[in-house]
Every structure is written in structure tokens, then in C-alpha cells.
């Protein structure tokens, strides 16, 4: 793909935390309210099939900018440290080394390193690391930032909650979302995007610039500013098609886990409410975007920019009557999200071919023309921006989570290398993503297997359905033998 009137691009890369690919009006959300984004998707390639290789913060982000399989960056779970052959490489380093300025503002979550080592020249709104652990929205200077006007915070709340946030949330009359006391105009999303705008406005002139900003919404907890508290019709509000079924047909790790049981307290009206404010989240991250995409066409910028927009993973939000997202749940909600990608030279399009977090890395360098030769398991899909009937480049994603001890995090930001991982101690959960069909391999419980053809929203598990049998060893086959270079005990 050429490059507007001869000059390299530069490259913008927004990014969510927790948000499914079905939370945008472009994607089909009825109470959606996320004008800057469709519009955005109005002169983008909108990929229908972006998964995210593990349901996780910190795997997920380092997979995007190391373009690696968890298993071959060793973050496999949240603040599991990066291998230390990579902690000073990626992407960011790839554009620096091509003459690119570099930008990175906001949530890191790669734990063992820092977006400096990783290339990143110009840093800001990063989370302080506290106990070895990278803690999302913990920004001291944004913590003194909303001190000095006036609010009071939980100490050392890795939330920036106030008490009344902490009351609320609380409260067992509205269980799990609140209002925020701390008003739009001093939120976490607006004052990040001030210091993203102010890193873009001291960048060079004289070279193209690779810039991410990272936020935080709409992860957990719900506690959401006015006017984005009350913004989302709740009698629009459509809860999942299998809610009503809930987990009851779920594996037992998952029936037992906290994703099911800490939200039993939400009747019906309840989950609404709760989608809603998570809904919120999202618009209020849209104005951001709207913020920043205007900022660039003020700029004369806009026309020579490569624009993405994804997420880390996604949020069950009420699907099988769960939530949140994590090593149990290779589910649709959890690992799908939006990804919307513009070219200069690129109109729009719609493609639901598969593409992986793992492709974006090298898809932008393709674009920007920029040679990264990392290694990496990233396939480029530079070659659908633009064109709807571009044939894919994959006939499957992959996602794979493990649990060391089984216990999903209890590590202090220290490396383990995966080749540690023990069948007799350790836990380990498989997925596979085909145009059809989904299936979930369990090294302590059932799989689960699910013909998208006639059951979109996984409600049914096949695996043990005689007329799947095939399928199911196929995939199953598949799915194991493709993590077997570092788990080679699921060989057998």
C-alpha cells in the first residue's frame, strides 16, 4: 500500500481496556453510544473477527506489542514477568530504529519492563508499579492531580476511589456500579487525554511519529461520571441471549469461580444496570477518541495517519451470567474485540476474515513500511485494509491461559519460564477460534465445543455429542499440537 503524497505515515494506536466487540453502534449495539467511533468505522476496514490470545490485561498488551503467542512471551497471567530476552524489544523499538518519534501515554500492563525499554521514547500517565505489580489506574501524578482540586482518595486504592465511590459500590441496594464523585472534567480518561495531546504537540516536526494511548475504561469497577452514569437508555439495553440459561451447563471450574458466584447478588434489573454503566464507560472513552481525532484534523495530521482502535480483551457482562474476564472464560464476549483500522490511502471496508492480537505488530509495520525483523508469531493483514473480499490470512486463532499452582496471579512481577509448567501442579486452558466453530480444550475439566452456525452465542457444548466426535478430535488435535514447542507434555 503507498504512502500518502510520498511521506511516511504516522501511526495511532487507541486502545480500551476490557471492551467487547459488541459495545459499539457500528458493530451492532442498540444502546451503544459511541458517535467519534462510527463515525471513525465509516472510513476504516471494521475487522468483525479480532480475537485477543488470552482473556488476561498483561498477556493480551504484551502480545499486541511484541506480536508473540503468551507461551513465547512468558506472561502467562496477570504480572507474570516478560522474558528477559525481550524486555527491550518490540515493535515500539522497530519504529524507533526506522527514524520514528515515539509516544506511549497510559496503562502499561507489561509486566518486567517498562514502555521506555520497549522503545517507547516519550512516556506519560503510566501506572506506578507497586509490589512488583503494574496497577492499571495507580498514576501518581494524576493522584496529586485530583488532591490538589479537592477530592479525597482511598489511600493506596489502586482505583483512585473516594470514600463515597467506596460506599457506593457497596451499597446492596445497587451492587456493583456507582457514580462517580470525581466529576468528567478531573476523570482518569479526560486528564489522560490531556497529557496524550500535550505528548503529540511536542513531538518533532521533521519525523513521523508512532503514538499510543492507552485507557482504562471501561475495566472494572463501574463507577462512571455524569453525564455517562445516566447516558444509556436502560430500555435499551439488551442483556446476552444466553443469560438466561446462565452457567448452570458451564464447566465446574467456571460454575465455581468468581466470575459466576460474586455477581449473584444481580437480579435481572440489576445486570441492566450494571451494562449500562459499562456502556457509559465506553462512550466516555469515545470521547476521548473524539478529542484526540479532532486535535489531529485541527492539526493538518488526520490525512497521513494510520488510525487503529481495539481493545485487550473483552467482559462477559452478563453472558451465561457472568463477568469479567480471565483464565476460565475462553468465551466469545471475553476474547472477541473491535478492532477498527484506517490508511490514508485506504477506504472504507467491512471484513470478517480471523485476525489475531498478535497481527497487529506486524501489520502496522507493513503499512508504515517500516522492516521489524523481531521474531514473532504475527501474521500481517495489511492486505485487507480496504478491501472487504480479501482473502484471509488465517484459518484460525488460538488462545491459551495457564494457571501455575492453579492460582491465576500470585507472582510479584518475577519471571517464570513456561517451561516449568507441570500436568501433575499446574493447570492449563486451550481455545480455538474457526469460522464455525469454537472449542475449549481443559486440562482439569470438560471441553467444550460449539457450532457457530447454529449456536452464535456458545450455549450448547457438543463434546460429547457422537455426531461432533470428529470435529472435536480435529480440533482438539489442532489446538494442543500447535503449544506442544513449549508444553510438550499435552503432545500425548
Not at 524489544?89 to 507489561?110: L, P
Not at 514502555?115 to 489506574?137: E, F, I, K, N, Q
Not at 435481572?268 to 486535535?295: F, M, N, S
Amino acid at each position: 500500500m503507498s504512502q500518502a503524497g510520498g511521506r511516511r505515515p504516522n501511526v495511532l494506536v487507541l486502545m480500551s481496556d476490557e471492551q467487547s466487540w459488541d459495545t459499539l453502534g457500528c458493530t451492532g449495539n442498540l444502546a451503544a453510544r459511541t458517535p467519534h467511533l462510527d463515525v471513525l468505522a465509516e472510513h476504516a476496514t471494521v475487522f468483525d473477527g479480532s480475537y485477543v490470545p488470552f482473556p488476561l490485561c498483561c498477556p493480551s498488551r504484551t502480545s499486541l506489542w511484541t506480536g508473540l503467542m503468551p507461551r513465547h512471551h512468558h506472561v502467562l497471567g496477570n504480572w507474570r514477568g516478560i522474558a528477559p530476552s525481550l524486555a527491550d524489544r518490540g515493535i515500539a523499538a522497530g519504529f524507533s530504529a526506522a527514524g520514528y518519534h515515539t509516544i506511549y501515554t497510559g496503562k502499561w500492563h507489561v509486566p518486567g519492563t517498562t514502555p521506555a525499554r520497549m522503545g517507547w521514547r516519550d512516556t506519560s500517565a503510566v501506572p506506578a508499579v507497586l509490589d512488583g505489580r503494574d496497577r492499571g489506574r495507580y498514576i501518581e501524578d494524576y493522584r496529586r492531580y485530583v488532591t490538589d482540586h479537592g477530592y479525597e482518595l482511598v489511600p493506596d486504592h489502586i482505583e483512585n476511589l473516594t470514600p463515597a465511590d467506596l460506599d457506593s459500590l457497596t451499597d446492596p441496594a445497587a451492587p456493583h456500579r456507582a457514580s462517580a464523585e470525581i466529576p468528567e472534567e478531573h476523570f482518569l480518561e479526560t486528564w489522560q487525554t490531556e497529557q496524550f495531546l500535550a505528548a503529540l504537540r511536542r513531538a518533532p516536526d521533521d519525523r513521523p511519529w508512532l503514538a499510543a494511548c492507552s485507557f482504562n475504561a471501561p475495566h472494572f469497577p463501574m463507577v462512571v461520571p455524569a453525564p455517562y452514569d445516566r447516558l444509556i437508555d436502560r430500555a435499551a439495553v439488551q442483556l446476552p441471549a444466553s443469560f438466561g440459561a446462565g452457567w448452570d451447563s458451564r464447566p465446574a471450574e467456571v460454575r465455581n469461580s468468581k466470575f459466576a458466584q460474586k455477581f449473584t447478588d444481580l437480579d435481572e434489573p440489576g445486570w441492566v444496570e450494571v451494562v449500562a454503566h459499562y456502556l457509559g464507560l465506553c462512550a466516555l472513552v469515545d470521547t476521548q477518541v473524539g478529542r484526540i481525532l479532532g486535535h489531529l484534523r485541527d492539526a493538518g495530521e488526520l490525512d497521513n495517519t494510520i488510525v487503529v482502535y481495539t481493545s485487550d480483551h473483552g467482559d462477559m457482562m452478563g453472558a451465561h451470567r457472568l463477568m469479567e474476564k480471565g483464565h476460565l472464560l475462553h468465551y466469545e464476549e471475553a476474547l472477541r474485540v473491535p478492532l477498527l483500522v484506517t490508511h490514508p490511502d485506504a477506504g472504507a471496508a467491512r471484513n470478517a476474515n480471523l485476525v489475531s492480537m498478535v497481527d497487529v505488530a506486524p501489520t502496522l509495520a507493513e503499512l508504515a513500511g517500516v522492516e521489524w525483523w523481531d521474531e514473532h508469531d504475527g501474521r500481517s493483514f495489511a492486505s485487507m485494509v480496504g478491501a472487504a473480499d480479501a482473502a484471509p490470512t488465517r484459518d484460525y486463532v488460538t488462545a491459551e491461559t495457564v494457571l501455575y499452582d492453579l492460582e491465576p496471579d500470585n507472582a510479584h512481577g518475577e519471571h517464570r519460564d513456561p517451561a516449568t509448567w507441570d500436568v501433575r501442579t499446574d493447570a492449563i486452558n486451550l481455545s480455538v477460534r474457526t469460522p464455525r466453530y469454537r472449542y475449549v480444550f481443559r486440562s482439569c475439566d470438560i471441553d467444550e465445543l460449539f457450532d457457530h452456525d447454529h449456536d452464535p452465542y456458545e450455549q450448547v457444548n457438543l463434546a460429547a455429542d457422537p455426531s461432533y466426535a470428529e470435529t472435536r478430535t480435529q480440533l482438539h488435535d489442532l489446538v494442543t499440537k500447535d503449544v506442544t514447542d513449549v508444553f510438550p507434555a499435552l503432545a500425548v
